[in-house]
């Protein structure tokens, strides 16, 4: 069984923080995908990053970063120098290799960054 | 480029009422899926649709629940004898499936909010 957890139900940052929202994941698959969305307070999931099971650098894309350690079945998202606009639901999401169809997300990470 | 689309974003019914969500995916994606989002929590995956394959439909909570994909695009979601229980976002999304190991990022809709009185 696929299982994601993010143990951080809430975070709340003042503006220009760094924070660091983390996602556990548990497979038994060799070949999976994981996926950060974010869900701002309109509602439509936005997609940030996909990451396969064989790779295992990190990413940075602009003030996000992502860490991704199969040791530790984590793929940890970092905001930096946080801004207002990143209040949001973050998800983690973890898709199993030889099922494109189904994809198992976590409870959602609530940020909230305060001026 | 236009992205998933959702009708309507609102639905308010009567317990026991039959209602019919529609979603119409990217142009030229051929994978559609379904979710249903409760109040506060994450997504819970109901149906997939990949080119004219059967559908995956595990994650269908009851035979009240049913999907169908017409010419492998506009899929609807039909909920029967709606229950109190059956109110929350539901979500469509659609991918480019290239192959069978698909890695192909799914792009969400705004959702239909589903409310049952």
């Known amino acids: 069984a696929q299982k994601v957890t993010q143990a951080q139900t809430e975070i709340s940052v003042v503006e220009k923080e760094d924070v660091t929202l983390d996602c556990v994941y548990e497979t038994r698959d060799t070949t999976y995908y994981l996926f950060w969305y974010k869900q701002p307070p309109s509602g439509e999931l936005v997609f940030l990053i996909r990451r396969n099971s064989f790779d295992e650098q990190n990413e940075i894309s602009g003030r996000y970063s992502w860490n991704f350690q199969k040791s530790t079945s984590s793929f940890n998202f970092t905001i930096t120098a946080s801004q207002v606009v990143d209040s949001a639901v973050y998800f983690c999401a973890l898709r199993r290799g030889t099922n494109a169809g189904k994809s198992t997300f976590g409870d959602g990470t609530t940020l909230t960054v305060k001026p | 480029g236009a992205g998933v689309s959702q009708s309507p974003s609102n639905k308010v019914t009567e317990k026991g009422k039959d209602v019919e969500l529609r979603c119409d995916p990217i142009?030229?994606?051929?994978?559609l899926y379904w979710y249903r989002q409760s109040l506060g929590q994450g997504l819970e995956f109901l149906i997939y649709?990949?080119?004219?394959?059967?559908?995956?439909k595990s994650g269908l909570p009851s035979d009240r629940f049913s999907a169908e994909r017409t010419g492998g695009s506009v899929s609807t979601l039909t909920i029967q004898r709606t229950q109190q229980e059956d109110s929350a976002v539901y979500l469509c999304?659609?991918?480019?499936?290239?192959?069978?190991?698909?890695?192909?990022?799914?792009?969400f809709g705004p959702g239909t909010r589903l409310t049952v009185l």
């Open positions: 142009s030229g994606h051929t994978a």
């Open positions: 999304a659609s991918s480019l499936v290239r192959g069978p190991s698909s890695t192909d990022t799914q792009y």
């Open positions: 649709f990949q080119g004219n394959s059967a559908p995956d």
